[in-house]
């Protein structure tokens, strides 16, 4: 179950909170109902489609996409977290065109938390458009196919002779016509169709348009509820103390002084697991945040920290190039790098550095957990809601059907909120206290907590011939692995490549990786490995077409003239920016692409010094992810990937020093401001490919075009991030 929110055309209100058994009724009492539930595909298994009338669907623990009511209200359920990339309209988008009703007209909702209904609903790796695409089509098919064999059986004709459109089925011979809402109680009580004709792609109205979004409204004028808004009767407030040097252990503390703070309950022990990892802490329960907080600053607490501050940004720097001249394990391996470098007529080496960063979405981390004995609900933002439920059932050693799962609106989230250990701890402080409790990290906490995103070094070689053809590179990457940060084994896996682009015609590629194992925290941020493999990546085939005495737009189109995708952004951004006409003195033009979630990206970024100092004017992406379901979404999403894209480049990173994060907050890890950013221009294009991500393929491109421009008006070569853009 969940805490569901009802939008209208004016704004989002908060609903009651229901169980799914009631609301089932409360809905009948209104009219019959039509569920079309889809369930997602099994390896091996076709996905099933299954109708159920309102009446049996009281004994069924599932929920549907689908609701119609005998008034022809419609409401079409969105089975992704919202996290602001915009699945709340866009996967109701699709159903609605198939199942031929005006989107502006629908009443959306957002989906139960059910693995059984609709796989693990985790919002990561922008796969929420391209792993639903087909299914959420084949939902609104056959819901509009059992609609129009109903009014064919109340008209005694048959189905070939009648159509859909606009929430009415027409018989074409009569002009007849019956409103979805007077057919639901009849296709309620037929089969539903399992394989539904889908409407031909030229035929799309939905599909390809942006229309107002309905989660706008809610979140302009205060009305949309976040984790962080949720309240619970009895609740209390949990603010934690642990090691700034993550895996500092706990020795003891002192509670006195904190216990004096009015309104403080409890001081307790608590723990989280990150990646493997066991992080203690020593948590204030309190009647309201204020206090724990207070509580919190009054603590004593003793840590071993073991030699963990003995560890430093230049140590771990140190270690890395260290590391570098290991071979490393093979990923790719084409023709023979060796021979072909050693004997190239030219050869070029470099290496580049990129830092640990933050997520730091601007919804602090949050969790209300209220753990009974029989029976567990959670309340917050997630980006993982069935994967929250099964470690939540877990620890409480309850039955996942026992555990519900409220998730709302997440205030950003870029990979952070797919980990359970924040409700770990409130479970654990629940458990311990027998109350709903709610933990709230603070941007502190945040900033030096972690998990983060992996520091990286990139160590590449390359070789042209003598008519400046690129005939062999080699690109050791060395660095954390997400899913192997604890264990025994020392082998890299291919994951730490991500970014590589392995497009380019190069006849002698050998792509490797290195893995380091420290115990500084690394998880998932947007788009991974890709926003520091494709910086070192595409600013290496940079150096590499100056030293050939080429174009870098021009040397990329050489090595992919058989990627008709690839071919046609980096045309498309070379049109745009009018990348081929003379430029003014003291401007520059830098270029890059990358693949990521399937889509393909091009970056041109334009600068310009003004006043003595460098100034980024103008970025300029072409994006193609396929069928662009809702194009002002990949648009916002890719403006806010340069965004954050920039202030990974030269804002920000993070530091450590004495085996701690030095930044502490938004003065000294800072973003990117609003007067600070650039013109932004998006080419969404356009083709019949699958839909594929586009949260997250604007980003990497963003640091390598922008040091490839600086290095064309300069000469300098930035090598590592983040820059002093003001000092260049």
């Not at 066991?278 to 207070?294: F, I, K, N, P, T």
């Not at 046609?568 to 003195?585: G, H």
């Not at 979404?633 to 530091?655: D, F, H, P, R, W």
């Not at 401001?673 to 997250?696: F, H, L, Q, S, T």
Request: include cysteine.
């Amino acid at each position: 179950m969940l805490l569901f929110f009802e939008i209208n055309e004016i704004a989002m209100k908060t609903s009651q909170k229901l169980r799914r058994r009631e609301f089932i009724r409360l809905t009948a009492m209104s009219g019959a109902a039509v569920f079309i539930v889809g369930y997602f595909n099994v390896k091996g298994k076709s996905p099933k489609i299954a109708n159920l009338s309102s009446d049996d669907s009281l004994g069924a623990k599932m929920n549907a996409y689908i609701f119609i009511d005998s008034s022809g209200r419609i409401t079409i359920y969105n089975n992704r977290p919202e996290m602001g990339q915009g699945t709340f309209e866009s996967i109701p988008m699709i159903i609605a065109e198939e199942l031929e009703v005006d989107i502006n007209k629908v009443n959306i909702m957002q989906s139960p938390a059910s693995r059984k209904l609709y796989g693990d609903q985790m919002v990561v790796g922008s796969r929420s458009i391209s792993d639903n695409f087909g299914l959420m089509r084949k939902i609104g098919a056959s819901a509009k196919e059992i609609l129009i064999t109903a009014a064919a059986n109340r008209w005694k004709v048959g189905t070939d002779d009648c159509y859909a459109q606009n929430a009415f089925v027409i018989h074409r011979p009569s002009g007849k016509k019956l409103g979805y809402g007077e057919l639901a109680d009849d296709a309620s009580k037929l089969p539903p169709s399992q394989n539904p004709k889908l409407k031909d792609a030229k035929d799309f109205k939905i599909i390809g348009t942006s229309p107002a979004r309905k989660d706008v409204p809610a979140k302009i004028n205060g009305a949309a509820i976040f984790g962080l808004d949720c309240r619970i009767n009895g609740m209390l407030y949990a603010s934690i103390e642990r090691s700034s040097v993550f895996l500092g252990r706990l020795i003891s503390f002192d509670d006195t002084k904190a216990k004096a703070v009015k309104g403080v309950r409890y001081v307790l022990k608590t723990q989280r697991h990150v990646w493997g990892h066991l992080r203690e802490g020593v948590a204030v329960v309190a009647d309201s945040y204020w206090a724990a907080v207070q509580g919190r600053k009054v603590l004593e607490v003793k840590w071993d920290n073991g030699d963990l501050e003995s560890w430093s940004t230049k140590s771990i720097k140190e270690d890395y190039r260290k590391a570098g001249g290991q071979d490393g394990t093979i990923f790719t391996e084409k023709g023979n790098f060796k021979n072909a470098f050693d004997t190239a007529a030219v050869k070029i080496e470099a290496s580049y550095e990129t830092p640990y960063q933050a997520h730091v979405p601007m919804e602090p981390m949050n969790a209300i957990v209220h753990a009974k004995k029989n029976s567990v609900e959670f309340w917050g933002s997630t980006q993982n809601p069935n994967g929250f439920l099964s470690s939540l059932a877990k620890q409480c050693s309850v039955a996942e059907e026992d555990v519900i799962i409220h998730y709302t609106y997440m205030g950003g989230a870029f990979g952070r909120r797919s980990l359970p250990d924040v409700p770990e701890e409130a479970a654990d402080l629940s458990m311990k206290t027998g109350a709903p409790v709610q933990v709230i990290w603070s941007r502190e906490d945040d900033l030096t907590q972690g998990p983060f995103r992996a520091c990286s070094l990139n160590v590449c070689k390359g070789g042209l011939d003598k008519n400046g053809n690129l005939i062999a590179l080699e690109h050791k990457v060395v660095c954390q692995e997400i899913n192997n940060q604890t264990g025994d084994s020392d082998t890299a896996g291919d994951a730490i490549a991500g970014g590589i682009n392995t497009e380019y015609s190069i006849p002698n590629l050998s792509i490797k990786g290195v893995l380091r194992k420290f115990y500084i925290p690394i998880s998932y941020w947007r788009s991974v490995y890709h926003s520091t493999n494709c910086f070192a990546h595409e600013s290496f085939i940079d150096e590499m077409a100056v030293s050939a005495k080429k174009d870098p737009l021009e040397f990329r189109l050489s090595l992919l003239k058989d990627h008709v995708r690839y071919t046609a952004i980096l045309n498309a951004v070379a049109e745009k920016t009018r990348w081929y006409k003379p430029r003014k003195s003291d401007t520059g033009m830098g270029v890059s692409i990358v693949e990521r979630s399937g889509a393909f990206t091009a970056a041109v970024a334009e600068i310009a010094r003004v006043n003595g100092k460098v100034k980024v004017v103008k970025l300029t992406v072409a994006i193609d992810s396929g069928i662009a379901v809702n194009p002002d979404n990949i648009i916002a999403q890719t403006e806010g990937c340069v965004v954050m894209g920039l202030t990974a480049a030269y804002k920000s990173g993070l530091t450590i020093e004495n085996g701690k994060v030095v930044e502490q907050n938004f003065h000294n890890y800072q973003l990117l401001r609003m007067d600070e950013c650039p013109e932004i221009e998006v080419i969404v294009m356009k083709n019949n490919y699958d839909p594929e991500g586009a949260g997250e393929p604007g980003l990497p491109p963003v640091a390598p075009a922008l040091t490839n421009a600086i290095f064309n008006m300069t000469g300098t070569r930035i090598r590592e991030l983040p820059f002093n853009l003001n000092k260049i």
